[in-house]
């Protein structure tokens, strides 16, 4: 069992930084991929950027790649993504999930946590 608590986010002006986190409980945390997917209202949720549980593969949404950057810290049971040059559209809820592999779908992701608001203003 992995719970999932993400914080950091909030109101930046475009071309802003956030830096996301995703706290884990439980020493399993470790044997997951960990994915990040963004909501805005009356959209689905769309994926972000995944990276597998070693660390050693990382994918990353094209709408974001180049600006924001998945992490992960096993040994404090935290995943990170850094935000970089953020964009009104980039304004959503995001959530962290954890999952069997590094996939850009939500579907196979078993735990979520329950988001975090981004908003950027123009």
């Known amino acids: 069992q992995v719970q999932l608590v993400e914080s950091g986010g909030g109101l930046v002006q475009a071309g802003g930084s956030l830096r996301l986190s995703c706290s884990a409980s439980?020493?399993?945390?470790?044997?997951?991929?960990v994915g990040w997917f963004r909501q805005a209202p009356g959209k689905e949720r769309e994926f972000v950027a995944t990276?597998?549980?070693?660390?050693?593969?990382?994918y990353y949404a094209d709408s974001v790649k180049g600006r924001f950057t998945i992490s992960r810290d096993n040994a404090k049971n935290t995943a990170y993504l850094q935000m970089n040059s953020l964009k009104p559209e980039d304004t959503a809820v995001y959530y962290c999930?954890?999952?069997?592999?590094?996939?850009?779908?939500?579907?196979?992701?078993?735990?979520w946590g329950q988001g975090t608001q981004v908003t950027v203003s123009s």
């Open positions: 990276i597998a549980w070693s660390g050693g593969r990382s």
């Open positions: 999930a954890a999952g069997p592999t590094p996939v850009t779908t939500a579907i196979p992701y078993t735990y």
């Open positions: 439980g020493r399993t945390f470790s044997n997951y991929a």
